[in-house]
């Protein structure tokens, strides 16, 4: 039952941050609920891989390059699920920023 209510957590928080980054655009809520299983397997497999070969860079940027990371396995999503656009790197950041501040807002408003 938690498994469901953290996935409709981030649902929402992927369907709020759509409509609020411009450039991001999902077609429905059945879209961005694919999207967020889609995101999070992504980010259980690909990220590690990616973290390990992008540490040296991640070291020299102070960390920031790890946003970019992020904002990459998020393109590499939009692209998988039909009915996702994410027009550029920089939207694909922002959304990924905001994605995480309204998911922290939302799982404090849960409990």
Do not use: C, E, H, Y
């Not at 967020?36 to 992504?42: D, E, K, N, P, W």
């Not at 396995?73 to 922002?94: D, E, H, Q, R, T």
């Amino acid at each position: 039952m938690k498994l469901i209510i953290r996935l409709l957590i981030a649902t929402l928080a992927v369907w709020i941050s759509a409509n609020v980054i411009p450039g991001v655009q999902i077609a429905d809520i059945k879209t961005a609920l694919i999207f967020t299983v889609v995101l999070g397997v992504l980010n259980a497999v690909l990220r590690p891989i990616l973290k390990i070969i992008t540490f040296p860079i991640t070291i020299l940027t102070f960390g920031l390059f790890s946003l970019v990371v992020n904002a990459l396995v998020i393109m590499l999503a939009a692209n998988i699920v039909p009915g996702v656009v994410v027009g550029s790197l920089l939207s694909a950041l922002l959304f990924g920023i905001v994605m995480a501040i309204v998911s922290w807002f939302l799982n404090l408003l849960a409990g």
